[in-house]
């Protein structure tokens, strides 16, 4: 049974990043590689044709849902589907669209945040101004059964979707086969446009969460092509700040501020959760970003681990400590992995994990330019006005409440 709750409080003002928190005294950094014995698992395997046979369950949408014409109606009048509303930024996504007006439902779990500490009452007010449906978007049926007792249609589907821990099992149940029933589910109720909140890493796409969402974005791609009514936008973000933050309290404890080679090996254009949320929203009222995929940066330059620590001791006034891990460490573990887990399959999101951490230590979250081949910070469009150092500064003073990762910490 699905329960669906309306919230019409007053609307306060105002999701794959991972944060890698190392110290060289701390047994974090070698819990890295510990072992949950998991059974084996065989991604789902979803075909050409059973896609097509999803959507031709799906009518074709009338003529009136064509991408124009729900932007001509006043944001009040515009129903707009949000999934992974209670994640990192779908609780942002949600603001901002009640900040702006549109008329928003959205789904959560009954129990949400990391390792469902939230529930319903404190889910409601999260999301106050919103109608709250709790429903499970891992099942369709489930999802449709909720719909179908608002009894509403919709014209926008927002997802904000994202694996839990980037494992090989969550990364296809969530990133790919959960984001896909929101689009069956939505086209089913008229939506006419779907907003997808990606990731600019899939340009490269060595890890299990980053081929699930690329799987799920070339089927909303090919349907759009398919199907002249129907449009996306697929958001490719950089690095969140909280991605960053990871270390600030163990450089303000007098801890070295650690990095993997030379601090150069990775840059991102950092950004906030509240930047990004506007950003999404824009997607669903603007015309020049209909059927695009839109990378997506925050203000001011590419900065480098070592430009990021350098800042974070400024900010402290301390003189700056840097500890310089090898890269090479992190290649011999995920080979010592890689070998066991033909062993015992159960070890793969251990690997997987180790790839997650190896990943991000060493591949820049900027745009990928085909031309070189190489990470390019002027070709990563910035928006937004938060950054890095006032986030620094923050989290100094207040700490880092509000932005724990959970299961998506890595180290």
Same mark, same amino acid.
């Given at each position: 049974?699905?329960?669906?709750?309306?919230?019409?409080?007053?609307?306060?003002?105002?999701?794959?990043?991972?944060?890698?928190?190392?110290?060289?005294?701390?047994?974090?950094?070698?819990?890295?590689?510990?072992?949950?014995?998991? /059974?084996?698992?065989?991604?789902?395997?979803?075909?050409?044709?059973?896609?097509?046979?999803?959507?031709?369950?799906?009518?074709?949408?009338?003529?009136?849902?064509?991408?124009?014409? &729900?932007?001509?109606?006043?944001?009040?009048?515009?129903?707009?589907?949000?999934?992974?509303?209670?994640? @990192?930024?779908?609780? &942002?996504?949600?603001?901002?669209?009640?900040?702006?007006?549109?008329?928003?439902?959205?789904?959560?779990?009954?129990?949400?945040?990391?390792?469902?500490?939230?529930?319903?009452?404190?889910?409601?007010?999260?999301?106050?101004?919103?109608?709250?449906?709790?429903?499970? *978007?891992?099942?369709?049926?489930?999802?449709?059964?909720?719909?179908?007792?608002?009894?509403?249609?919709?014209? *926008?589907?927002?997802?904000?979707?994202?694996?839990?821990?980037?494992?090989?099992?969550?990364?296809?149940?969530?990133? &790919?086969?959960?984001?896909?029933?929101?689009?069956?589910?939505?086209?089913?109720?008229?939506?006419?446009?779907?907003?997808?909140?990606?990731?600019?890493?899939?340009?490269?796409?060595?890890?299990?969460?980053?081929?699930?969402?690329?799987?799920?974005?070339?089927?909303?791609?090919?349907?759009?092509?398919?199907?002249?009514?129907?449009?996306?936008?697929?958001?490719?973000?950089?690095?969140?700040?909280?991605?960053?933050?990871?270390?600030?309290?163990? *450089?303000?404890?007098?801890?070295? @501020?650690?990095?993997?080679?030379?601090?150069?090996?990775?840059?991102?254009?950092?950004?906030?959760?509240?930047?990004?949320?506007?950003?999404?929203?824009?997607?669903?009222?603007?015309?020049?970003?209909?059927?695009?995929?839109?990378?997506?940066?925050?203000?001011?330059?590419?900065?480098?681990?070592?430009?990021?620590?350098? !800042?974070?001791?400024?900010?402290?006034? /301390?003189?700056?400590?840097?500890?310089?891990?090898?890269?090479?460490? !992190?290649?011999?573990?995920?080979?010592?992995?890689?070998?066991?887990? /033909?062993?015992?399959?159960?070890?793969?999101?251990?690997?997987?994990?180790?790839?997650?951490?190896?990943?991000?230590?060493?591949?820049?979250?900027?745009?990928?330019?085909?031309?070189?081949?190489? &990470?390019?910070?002027?070709?990563?469009?910035? @928006?937004?006005?938060?950054?890095?150092?006032?986030?620094?500064?923050?989290?100094?003073?207040?700490?880092?409440?509000?932005?724990?990762?959970?299961?998506?910490?890595?180290?």
């Amino acid at each position: 049974m699905s329960l669906c709750y309306t919230s019409n409080f007053i609307s306060l003002n105002h999701q794959k990043s991972l944060s890698f928190t190392f110290s060289s005294d701390s047994p974090r950094f070698i819990n890295l590689f510990s072992v949950k014995h998991r /059974k084996p698992h065989h991604p789902i395997k979803f075909t050409a044709e059973r896609f097509k046979l999803f959507a031709s369950l799906t009518p074709s949408p009338p003529t009136e849902t064509a991408p124009s014409s &729900y932007r001509s109606k006043s944001p009040k009048d515009v129903n707009v589907l949000v999934v992974g509303s209670t994640g @990192y930024i779908g609780k &942002y996504v949600v603001r901002e669209l009640v900040k702006r007006g549109f008329n928003v439902t959205a789904i959560a779990r009954e129990r949400s945040g990391i390792r469902g500490s939230v529930d319903k009452d404190q889910t409601l007010n999260q999301l106050r101004g919103a109608n709250v449906c709790f429903s499970d *978007v891992t099942n369709l049926d489930a999802l449709e059964g909720s719909l179908n007792s608002l009894g509403n249609s919709f014209d *926008v589907v927002v997802s904000c979707l994202a694996s839990r821990n980037g494992g090989v099992k969550d990364s296809w149940k969530i990133d &790919y086969e959960a984001t896909r029933n929101s689009l069956v589910a939505g086209r089913k109720r008229g939506a006419s446009h779907f907003v997808l909140l990606s990731a600019i890493c899939v340009q490269k796409p060595l890890l299990e969460f980053q081929r699930a969402k690329l799987k799920f974005e070339d089927e909303l791609m090919k349907l759009a092509e398919e199907d002249g009514g129907f449009s996306y936008s697929i958001v490719r973000p950089t690095a969140f700040f909280k991605s960053l933050g990871g270390q600030v309290e163990l *450089v303000k404890d007098g801890k070295p @501020y650690v990095m993997f080679g030379d601090g150069k090996l990775c840059a991102c254009k950092p950004m906030s959760e509240s930047d990004l949320a506007s950003f999404i929203v824009d997607c669903v009222l603007s015309e020049d970003k209909i059927n695009k995929v839109l990378p997506i940066g925050g203000p001011g330059k590419a900065l480098t681990p070592l430009e990021q620590g350098e !800042m974070l001791f400024r900010l402290l006034g /301390k003189e700056p400590k840097f500890l310089k891990v090898p890269i090479g460490i !992190m290649d011999f573990a995920i080979g010592v992995l890689d070998f066991l887990v /033909k062993v015992f399959p159960s070890l793969e999101d251990a690997a997987e994990f180790g790839k997650i951490g190896r990943y991000y230590a060493a591949e820049s979250m900027l745009v990928l330019d085909p031309e070189t081949g190489e &990470y390019s910070a002027e070709k990563t469009p910035s @928006y937004g006005n938060d950054t890095l150092e006032e986030f620094f500064a923050r989290v100094l003073r207040e700490g880092m409440a509000g932005q724990e990762l959970g299961e998506q910490t890595i180290f």
